[in-house]
């Protein structure tokens, strides 16, 4: 089956020549992985200038808007991402549930909204009732669904295997046994490879770790020889 890595750059790095460095010192890897898909998810700012650095890159954004075009100041658009070569979205983190009172219903009219422009969205949860919320009449196998456990985020203490492995069955139960899920929360090189060998996920969201080349490198190194 295959493996996804999502890098979440988050709000980093602070300049374009910091991002264009961190994309060339990995870009290498993202293109030459077997069986699994990187993909790089930036500041909006900086997403057509890593296109340009490498044209088959996988990019994601990591907010939109619910709507096409108008009246909505301060926003992207679906039509827009899609036209900048973006085909991932993340919704529903939890950075922006707790900081920019995104709530589910919120994130249900960006999925459909998502899925109807043809972006493929990466649905952050930490619970059964936001998949439950978040995915309402919503064909559920076209959204790949991330475990992050809010206390693991940017912590430097990732969930347990077992414990993981625990919430993946508890979602697979509710989404069916073949549905992508991705585990998310201080994955680092040393314990990235447990989450799909011992938990069962296809793959996972990094964050910090996503900003270190070096540590991102091993990551993906570590994935195309599983
Ligand atoms: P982290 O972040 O890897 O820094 O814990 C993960 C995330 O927020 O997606």
Known sequence: ???????????NPTTLIKA?????????????????????CPPFI?????????????????????EEKGAFTGEIS????????????????SERRKYFSEN??????RLKSALKSGLKPILCIDNI???KEGL??????????AYEPIWAIGTGKACGYKEAKKF???????????????????VNSQNALGYIADSGFQGLLIGGASLNSKEFVKIVKLFSKI
């Open 168 to 186: 993946n069955l508890l979602m697979k139960k509710a989404l069916g046994e073949r549905h992508i899920t991705l585990y998310g929360g201080s």
């Open 46 to 66: 900086y997403l057509k200038e890593i296109k340009k650095l490498q044209k088959e890159v996988k990019l994601g954004a990591q907010n939109y808007c619910w």
């Open 78 to 93: 679906p039509l827009m991402l899609k036209d900048l070569g973006c085909e991932y979205v993340i919704l529903g983190h």
């Open 20 to 40: 264009k460095q961190l994309f060339n010192s990995i870009k290498k890897v993202s293109k030459n992985t077997k069986n699994t898909e990187v993909i790089i």
């Open 104 to 109: 589910d219903d919120l994130i249900n009219k």
């Open 129 to 131: 009732s936001q998949i």
């Open 1 to 11: 089956m295959k493996k996804f890595i999502i890098a979440n750059w988050k709000c």
């Open 136 to 145: 309402k009449g919503i064909s559920k196998q076209k959204v790949i669904i």
